[in-house]
């Protein structure tokens, strides 16, 4: 079984930058992709920005320019760095990874979240 730990987040001024990381562990065969997703009180979970195991990444429109996704695929961890960080941008972040044993079978694992608070 894979899992997820999440470290960094906290407490930012509007402006600010934080770094999140993310580490897989366990039995791991095949991380197709990693990346990160949040949820704000009251909102639904939604895509912040991922990268497929080719280096290929996707953000969320509201986030280009501002955060960049990393990914090591040799120690399987993804990171997110936020700049430009702005009030609603606050929300608890989840790392993700779409975990493949082979072309049939796919895991969807989540870490426990991050929290994240830009205040304005």
């Known amino acids: 079984q894979v899992q997820l730990i999440e470290s960094g987040g906290g407490l930012v001024e509007a402006g600010g930058s934080l770094r999140l990381s993310c580490a897989a562990s366990?039995?791991?065969?095949?991380?197709?992709?990693m990346g990160w997703y949040r949820q704000a009180p009251g909102n639904q979970r939604e895509l912040v920005a991922l990268?497929?195991?080719?280096?290929?990444?996707n953000y969320q429109h509201s986030v280009k320019g501002r955060f960049t996704i990393s990914r090591d695929g040799h120690k399987n961890t993804v990171s997110l760095q936020l700049n430009s960080l702005k009030p609603e941008d606050t929300g608890i972040y989840y790392c993700?990874?779409?975990?493949?044993?082979?072309?049939?079978?796919?895991?969807?694992?989540w870490g426990q979240g991050t929290q994240v608070t830009v205040s304005s």
């Open positions: 366990g039995t791991i065969w095949y991380l197709a992709t």
């Open positions: 990268m497929a195991s080719d280096g290929n990444a």
């Open positions: 993700y990874a779409e975990h493949r044993r082979n072309l049939y079978q796919k895991d969807d694992v």
